[in-house]
């Protein structure tokens, strides 16, 4: 099982989300599936980010819910999450 890493940003936006009263139960599930090496399902979108975000990926936690991290053989790093309107303006 890998290590989960929270970037100081990613955990700024837990809060927000906290804040706007999201539901964490499928969030804490698609980190679990990434921590435990298992696939995630094709509705999580999971794609590599490119140009400025070359080298870490990003799925859909909700439809406009993204979680963007990094994968090592031992590690999970999670970078952001939020909207898209949150992470991409």
Do not use: N
């Amino acid at each position: 099982m890998r290590s989960i890493r929270r970037t100081s940003q990613f955990k700024m936006d837990v809060r927000r989300l906290t804040k706007r009263g999201c539901d964490f139960a499928e969030f804490r599930q698609t980190i679990e599936s990434l921590a435990t090496g298992q696939p995630l399902s094709v509705r999580h979108r999971d794609h590599p980010l490119r140009g400025g975000h070359a080298g870490t990926r990003e799925c859909h936690v909700e439809p406009d819910w993204l979680l963007v991290y990094e994968l090592s053989v031992d590690e999970v790093i999670l970078i952001r999450t939020g909207t898209h309107a949150d992470l991409f303006e």
